[in-house]
Nanobody, 124 residues
Framework: QVQLVESGGGLAQAGGSLRLSCSASGRIISSRDMGWFRQAPGKEREFVAAINYAGRFTYYADSVQGRFTISRDNAKSTVYLQMNSLKPGDTAVYYC?????????????????WGQGTQVTVSS
């Protein structure tokens, strides 16, 4: 069993920054690829970013490429999402996830454990 707890969400102005953290406990996650998804009100859940278990490879949605950076510290069992140049369209609940050994990075069916989510609100 894996428990994921997100933190760092809140209110930011357009053009500002926030840093999300995801603390993992339970089974060792250092061997698991991880990622972030988000869901805005009235919209489908969407992929944001993912990182492989060693932190060597990263993947981003086109909408956040160049503005968001995913990273991890396996010694601390923590994954981060640095969000810069925030836009009102980034407003959503952000979820930390662990990836199964199969499936593509961009599909939510490829992820098995999900955190409770943290709200990010960007004002214009």
């Amino acid at each position: 069993q894996v428990q994921l707890v997100e933190s760092g969400g809140g209110l930011a102005q357009a053009g500002g920054s926030l840093r999300l953290s995801c603390s993992a406990s339970g089974r060792i996650i250092s061997s698991r690829d991880m990622g972030w998804f988000r869901q805005a009100p009235g919209k489908e859940r969407e992929f944001v970013a993912a990182i492989n278990y060693a932190g060597r490879f990263t993947y981003y949605a086109d909408s956040v490429q160049g503005r968001f950076t995913i990273s991890r510290d396996n010694a601390k069992s923590t994954v981060y999402l640095q969000m810069n140049s925030l836009k009102p369209g980034d407003t959503a609940v952000y979820y930390c996830v662990t990836k199964r050994s199969w499936g593509g990075y961009y599909s939510d069916t490829a992820y098995d454990y999900w955190g409770q989510g943290t709200q990010v609100t960007v004002s214009s």
